[in-house]
C-alpha cells in the first residue's frame, strides 16, 4: 500500500460546479497537510497548508483534514476555466515548534481536473 | 518573490553520458533544497534533501553515486545524473526552503530530461 492514495482521474465537471478532491494516508504521523495546483511540465505551486485536523478556507478554496480517518479533502467551489490543471496532495511529517528543520514531502499522484466552460 | 529557477528546462542525452541540472534560489537563500523526480502519471517522489556545505541525505532506494548532489551556496544546488540510461529518463524538480515549514518550500520549474 502507498503512503498517499489518491485518484488521478481524470474529474471533469462543468463550470461553477463545486469540486471535491481527496487523498487518503497510511501513516499516522504525517502531522502538515498541504495541496499544490500543478500545469503541465511545470512546479507545483502552493494552494494551501493546514496542520493537523480541521478545515481552512480560503477564498473560494477549503482544505478539510480528518486525521482520525486519515482523509483530507479540497473543496473548490464556483469553479473556472482556469481551475483545470492537475492538484497534488502532499503530507509532511514537520511538527511545528519542535525545533526540527525542512522535511521532504510525501505526494499523492495528483488528479487531473477538467473545468468545462 | 521566492522565486526557484532550474536550469536547463529540457534536456536530451546520449545513454552513458552525464548531464547537470542547477536549481537556483533567485531571492532568497535557501539553508535546504529538496530534488524530487516525477515520472509520467505518478508522484512527485523525493530523492534527495541538499543543506548547504553538507553531504546531501538520499531516500531509499536513490544510488548516490549515480545522482551527485552538490549544494555549494545558499542559493544553489546542482543535480548531476552520471552515466545516465533511458530509464533515468524523467521529470527533475527542486524546491528550496526558506524557514523549515513544509509550507515555505518553493519548487522550481522542473527539468525534463530524455536519454536516448
Known amino acids: 500500500q502507498k503512503e498517499v492514495e489518491q485518484d488521478p482521474g481524470p474529474l471533469s465537471v462543468p463550470e461553477g460546479a463545486i469540486v471535491s478532491l481527496n487523498c487518503t494516508y497510511s501513516n499516522s504521523a504525517f502531522q502538515y497537510f498541504m495541496w499544490y495546483r500543478q500545469y503541465s511540465r511545470k512546479g507545483p505551486e502552493l494552494l494551501m497548508y493546514?496542520?493537523?485536523?480541521g478545515n481552512k478556507e480560503d477564498g473560494r478554496f477549503t482544505a478539510q483534514v480528518d486525521k482520525s480517518s486519515k482523509y483530507i479533502s479540497l473543496f473548490i467551489r464556483d469553479s473556472q476555466p482556469s481551475d483545470s490543471a492537475t492538484y497534488l496532495c502532499?503530507?509532511?511529517?514537520?511538527?511545528?515548534?519542535?525545533?526540527?528543520?525542512?522535511?521532504?514531502?510525501?505526494f499523492g499522484k495528483g488528479t487531473h481536473l477538467i473545468i468545462q466552460p | 518573490g521566492a522565486v526557484v529557477s532550474q536550469h536547463p528546462s529540457w534536456v536530451i542525452c546520449k545513454s552513458g553520458t552525464s548531464v547537470k541540472i542547477e536549481c537556483r534560489s533567485l531571492?532568497?537563500?535557501?539553508?535546504?533544497m529538496f530534488w524530487y523526480r516525477q515520472f509520467p502519471k505518478q508522484s512527485l517522489m523525493l530523492m534527495a534533501t541538499?543543506?548547504?556545505?553538507?553531504?546531501?541525505?538520499?531516500e531509499q532506494g536513490v544510488e548516490k553515486d549515480k545522482f551527485l548532489i552538490n549544494h555549494a551556496s545558499l542559493t544553489l544546488s546542482t543535480l548531476t545524473v552520471t552515466s545516465a540510461h533511458p530509464e533515468d529518463s524523467s521529470f527533475y524538480i527542486c524546491s528550496a526552503d526558506t524557514s523549515g515549514s513544509p509550507d515555505t518550500q518553493y519548487f522550481g520549474p522542473g527539468t525534463r530530461l530524455t536519454v536516448l
Open positions: 502532499a503530507m509532511s511529517f514537520f511538527t511545528p515548534f519542535s525545533g526540527g528543520g525542512a522535511d521532504g514531502l510525501t
Open positions: 541538499s543543506n548547504e556545505g553538507s553531504k546531501a541525505t538520499y
Open positions: 493546514t496542520y493537523s485536523s
Open positions: 531571492d532568497f537563500q535557501a539553508t535546504t
